[in-house]
C-alpha cells in the first residue's frame, strides 16, 4: 500500500509528483447536519487514496489566512479545522496550534482520553469527578461565527491518530493548548461544537459564558 508523502501536502504546491492543484473550500453554517453527527473511521486504503490526497492539498489551501480572508470567514486565523467544517465527510482535521501560518499537521481517524496528572492512568470516570484535570480557557470556532466561549477542558490527554505517511500513533500525549486544541476539532468530527450545551444540546463540553456577535467588528472590538 502507498504511503502518503509529507512532501504531497507542501503548503507551497510545488510537489512535483503530484501536481495538485488546491481549490479553495467553503465553510458550512452552523445548522448544518454535517456538523452535528459523527464521522466515521477511514479505513487505509481511502487515507492513501488520490481522492483524499486531493481532499488534504484542498484543505491545507483553505486554511492558510489569506484564504479564510478571502472565504469571508468570521475570524483570521485557524488552530485547527475539521474536514466536516468544509461539508466533507471524512475523518480528518488539520492541527496547527501555532497558527495556520504556521506547520500544517494532517491528522486522520483521531481519538482522545484524558489522563490524570498524579499517576499517568487513563481517568475512565465521567467529566463532574475529574475537575481536578481539567482547565477553562476561551475558545472560538469558524463553525460558530462571530462568538466566543470559556470551555472546560481536560489538561492531559492520550491520543491515538494515522498521521500523513499513513503511520499509525498511539499513546502520545498532549497537554494544555495542544490538548486543547486536539479536543475541540476531535468533537467536531464526533458531531459536537463547543457551544453544544449553551445551545441546548446536551453533548457538548462544559462551556460557560458564551458571548456571540452580529459582525467580525462586534466580536474584535469587545472588552477582553
Ligand atoms: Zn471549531
Redesign the pocket.
Known amino acids: 500500500m502507498r504511503s502518503i508523502s509529507s512532501n504531497s501536502y507542501s503548503k507551497d504546491g510545488n510537489d512535483s509528483h503530484t501536481e495538485l492543484t488546491p481549490k479553495l473550500l467553503r465553510l458550512v453554517t452552523e445548522t448544518d447536519p454535517i456538523l452535528h453527527n459523527p464521522i466515521e473511521e477511514m479505513p487505509l486504503a481511502d487515507i492513501c487514496s488520490d481522492e483524499t490526497k486531493q481532499i488534504v492539498a484542498d484543505m491545507i489551501y483553505s486554511i492558510r489566512p489569506e484564504q479564510l480572508q478571502s472565504a469571508n470567514t468570521s475570524y483570521n486565523k485557524a488552530a485547527g479545522m475539521a474536514a466536516n467544517?468544509w461539508n466533507i465527510n471524512k475523518r480528518i482535521f488539520l492541527f496547527c496550534p501555532g497558527g495556520s501560518d504556521g506547520e500544517v499537521k494532517v491528522i486522520f481517524n483521531p481519538t482522545y482520553k484524558p489522563i490524570t496528572l498524579t499517576d499517568n492512568l487513563v481517568h475512565e470516570s465521567k467529566l463532574a469527578t475529574v475537575n481536578q484535570f481539567t482547565n477553562c480557557a476561551r475558545e472560538s470556532?469558524?463553525?460558530v461565527p462571530y462568538a466566543y466561549g470559556t470551555v472546560e477542558r481536560y489538561a492531559h490527554i492520550e491520543i491515538s491518530y494515522i498521521d500523513d505517511k499513513g503511520k499509525q500513533h498511539t499513546n502520545e500525549k498532549l497537554s494544555d493548548w495542544q490538548a486543547r486544541v486536539w479536543q475541540?476539532e476531535t468533537d467536531?468530527l464526533n458531531g459536537i461544537l463547543y457551544s453544544n450545551r449553551q445551545s441546548g444540546i446536551n453533548n457538548g463540553p462544559n462551556c460557560t459564558e458564551l458571548h456571540r456577535f452580529q459582525t467580525k467588528d462586534e466580536l474584535e472590538n469587545c472588552p477582553k
Open positions: 467544517q470556532c469558524f463553525s475541540h467536531h
